[in-house]
């Protein structure tokens, strides 16, 4: 029996001792490390991309900003590993024959929790119809009516903010950093209103304004309407950034990709264009209907190669359809008398025919005379569905188009105080982005700088060793055709063949080449003098008493070695200049 057990190793002799292990060495071969401490680990792998920089400063710095790079998109792909799926929150069915598209509101309402299905309201109103819009956190909704009916208030308490009775047609209503402003396009100009509605500001370079759009990490208030011109308004300084003319007409479709701050124009010929403030013509302009077409196409901005998914309406065309995307991709879709949602899955899916995509949900209107539908808006972090119609808004719950992960560092926290909201409204005036840095690509930001543009087979002149050190920008046109890789290379064959000529004729070929070098050098000399630049900065209409005595010594000095010169070439007593006439004097005297 002792055998069998010391033979299982479960009991050792006395005699003999354990080998013992390493604890922190014991469970290495079952576990690994987090993408974001093994980016830590291999910091020196990094640092090997950066040894041919001499300066070691500045290898430090490229060293630390690609570490943090990498260690950045190792934390997001952990994050995304780490989240919840998109179809965490939606409805599933219990069998094959079952659709969610066939419940009610009434149904999803007895099913919700109590705090959840407090989002299903209906409002009655009559300065329809209406347009909708939350704040960034979602708490604070604002509606505007077309006939000047104007009112924000607290979705969570409840409590009116203000309420308004403006007399003319309102187009639009948009908030700025927080619920404390917000801008309504009336009739004429673009209006500025605090939370009490009193008006702050008259926006007149904003004329007829039709659709309002707020950025808010460049604090930029952008606006088009039926001049045709999109302007941006600079909110923290009240400077007008940019004002750019998209000569297709009058546009009443405006919205923006939050995640690169885009803005996105429909047009009336079917045409949508993709614009920012630093670029005069739109960045992508695409033919994407063939005017009012009635059908909905959904594309992939990564590539506009063609649309990903493409249907009609089902309420077959009537009235202007509205569209709107949720934070977890559901897309809803509001035509005619009702309104319908889409799951990302179904719809982001390449298809080739246009048949229709499976309904998630649909919600019909009550009646006719709630028509048309102007607004749908998605509440942040929450399942609801805000829509604008005839007669007032109407709340529906939609679960799974919210997201229920909050960032409060970025002051989204629903229960903010005075306190927090003026701590946020500092910081994010410090951290706001400038305007020139919106682009489509916005990976850019924070990325390294492409390497100078060094001419690495460039003698520099006759005998010159600093080959590599002459910048780019220093370099005479051919050498910067040849560097970046425009030059006509039939040209230097020819060049080199009248060389080759030279020097079999005894013409002198290399000798031409180098004075040609000696001339280009001596053309780029002094051209970086801190007194020439200084003499450059006051060519200006004002009379400088240091610069004129400056110039007056420059010029004392230049005489002065113009007369050395002569003294060398002609001796003691400078040539005189014959007159006209002196040849015929030496004539008579022959």
């Not at 033979?7 to 290495?28: E, F």
């Not at 792998?45 to 040894?51: I, R």
């Not at 299903?120 to 347009?131: A, Q, S, T």
């Not at 059908?295 to 202007?320: F, I, M, P, Q, T």
Request: glycine letters at 8%.
């Amino acid at each position: 029996m002792e055998a069998l057990i010391a033979k299982a190793d479960s009991i050792q002799p006395l005699g003999k001792k354990r080998k013992r292990t390493d604890p922190s060495q014991s469970n290495l071969k079952n576990t690994s490390l987090p993408k974001s401490l093994r980016s830590q680990r291999d910091g020196a792998e990094t640092s090997s991309q950066y040894k041919h920089i001499a300066n070691p400063k500045l290898r430090r710095s490229l060293v630390k900003t690609s570490t943090h790079i990498s260690q950045s998109k190792a934390l997001l792909s952990d994050a995304i590993d780490l989240l919840p799926s998109e179809d965490a929150g939606l409805i599933q069915t219990e069998g094959q024959l079952e659709r969610t598209w066939r419940l009610s509101q009434n149904d999803i309402v007895k099913q919700a929790g109590g705090e959840a299905a407090r989002g299903r309201i209906e409002m009655k109103l009559d300065g329809g119809p209406y347009r909708v819009r939350y704040t960034k956190n979602g708490r604070h909704m604002a509606i505007a009516g077309r006939t000047g009916h104007v009112a924000s208030f607290d979705t969570l308490t409840g409590a009116v903010h203000n309420e308004l009775q403006l007399g003319e047609t309102c187009r639009d209503v948009v908030f700025l950093q927080d619920h404390s402003f917000y801008a309504v396009a009336q009739q004429k100009y673009a209006f500025i209103y605090d939370r009490d509605g009193v008006e702050i500001h008259k926006l007149k370079a904003h004329i007829s304004p039709s659709r309002l759009e707020f950025l808010p990490y460049h604090w930029l208030l952008a606006s088009v309407g039926s001049a045709g011109y999109l302007k941006y308004q600079d909110t923290s300084t009240g400077q007008l950034v940019a004002e750019h003319r998209t000569a297709l007409g009058a546009c009443s479709v405006l919205t923006q990709n939050p995640h690169n701050a885009v803005l996105y124009l429909g047009h009336q010929n079917g045409c949508v264009t993709l614009w920012t403030p630093n670029l005069p013509h739109p960045a992508v302009k695409v033919l994407a209907h063939l005017g009012p077409d009635s059908s909905v196409k959904v594309w992939d901005c990564r590539n506009w190669k063609g649309a990903v998914r493409e249907w009609n309406l089902r309420s077959g065309g009537k009235g202007d359809a509205e569209v709107e995307w949720s934070q977890k991709g559901v897309l809803a879709v509001g035509s005619g008398g009702s309104v319908n949602m889409y799951t990302s899955p179904s719809i982001k899916t390449p298809h080739t025919s246009s048949s229709q995509p499976p309904l998630y949900l649909t919600h019909p209107l009550p009646s006719t005379s709630h028509r048309p539908i102007t607004s749908l808006r998605f509440a942040p972090f929450q399942d609801v569905l805000t829509i604008g119609h005839a007669q007032g808004t109407s709340s529906i719950l939609v679960p799974g188009a919210g997201d229920g992960g909050m960032d409060t560092s970025e002051g989204l926290d629903l229960y903010e105080g005075v306190k927090g909201r003026r701590e946020r409204e500092v910081r994010g005036l410090l951290d706001k982005i400038q305007p020139d840095m919106i682009a489509l690509d916005s990976e850019f930001v924070g990325s390294l700088a492409p390497p100078s543009k060094l001419t690495t087979n460039t003698t520099g002149g006759s005998g010159s060793s600093r080959a590599t050190e002459i910048p780019f920008s220093r370099l005479p046109r051919a050498e910067r055709l040849r560097v970046s890789g425009k030059a006509d290379l039939t040209e230097e064959v020819h060049l080199d063949a009248e060389s080759l000529e030279g020097n079999e004729n005894g013409n002198g070929g290399p000798k031409r080449k180098e004075d040609r070098e000696e001339r280009e050098k001596r053309k780029m000399r002094g051209k970086g003098k801190s007194m020439k630049r200084y003499l450059r900065k006051q060519r200006k209409n004002v009379i400088d008493p240091a610069a004129v005595a400056i110039r007056a010594k420059l010029e004392k000095q230049k005489a002065e070695r113009k007369a050395e010169i002569r003294k060398v070439k002609y001796g003691d007593k400078p040539e005189e200049k014959s007159a006209a006439l002196d040849r015929f004097k030496r004539i008579s005297k022959d």
